[in-house]
């Protein structure tokens, strides 16, 4: 791949914890700029889909890394297909959720979804692209990059209210147990990137924060 390539990109990055509203804000935004939009998170996601589908084991690292390698994703109109398969609910999911913190700490794992994120870039000259890495590894030369924050109180009732039949505790817990492991693990941890504009969404509209961020983007372009 041609990294040069990557810095005449119009990306902009978007990184935070689970629930701080990444991906309605990303979405919006994407919309607002004409932009397209890659969450990043449903393709490890999708990883941990396949290696369950497989009934393979997330610690047998060469199995999963080889299925991350051979999986044939697809994500369009809002649909997620993995090897054909409609995962699009099932991502979401709670075997999904335990299973994908292993699957994302894996160094080539991650390799391969970086690839395969720059080349989506690449495709289309750009693009709002939402993760835990974007803005630090990823796209170290987004035109602007976001770190999103909210309160883990308010996370949790977000993401309790998005998922039916999930309680506000389990949530909770599912949340701070993941901030904790995306942001301690060795490779590509949570992290604000150089250069992030760090912007708390706790108690604002969505509408509003997109607002703030398109200003941002015009700024910069
Ligand atoms: O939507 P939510 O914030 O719950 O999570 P997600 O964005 O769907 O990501 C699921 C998991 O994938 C995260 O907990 C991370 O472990 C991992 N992930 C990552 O490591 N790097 C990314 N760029 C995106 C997600």
Known sequence: MDMSALSDLQVVAIDGPAGSGKSTIGRALAERLGLEYLDTG??????????????????????????????????????????????TLEIRGP??????????????????????????????GGGVVE????GSVVFPDAVLKVYLTASVEERARRRAQEMQDLDYDRVAQDLVRRDESDSSRAASPLVTADGAVEYDTTGVEVARVVEDLATMVAERM
């Open 95 to 124: 075997e999904v959720t335990r299973a994908v913190t292993a699957v994302a700490a894996d160094p080539e794992v991650r390799a391969e979804l970086c690839t395969r994120q720059r080349l989506w870039a690449l495709e289309r």
């Open 42 to 87: 449903a393709m490890y996601r999708a990883v941990a889909f396949s290696v369950i589908r497989a009934q393979a084991d997330p610690d047998d690292t060469d199995r999963v890394r080889a299925l991350a390698r051979s999986m044939d994703l697809q994500m369009a109109g809002g649909r997620v297909l993995v090897d054909g398969v409609d995962a």
């Open 131 to 134: 993760g835990r890495d974007i």
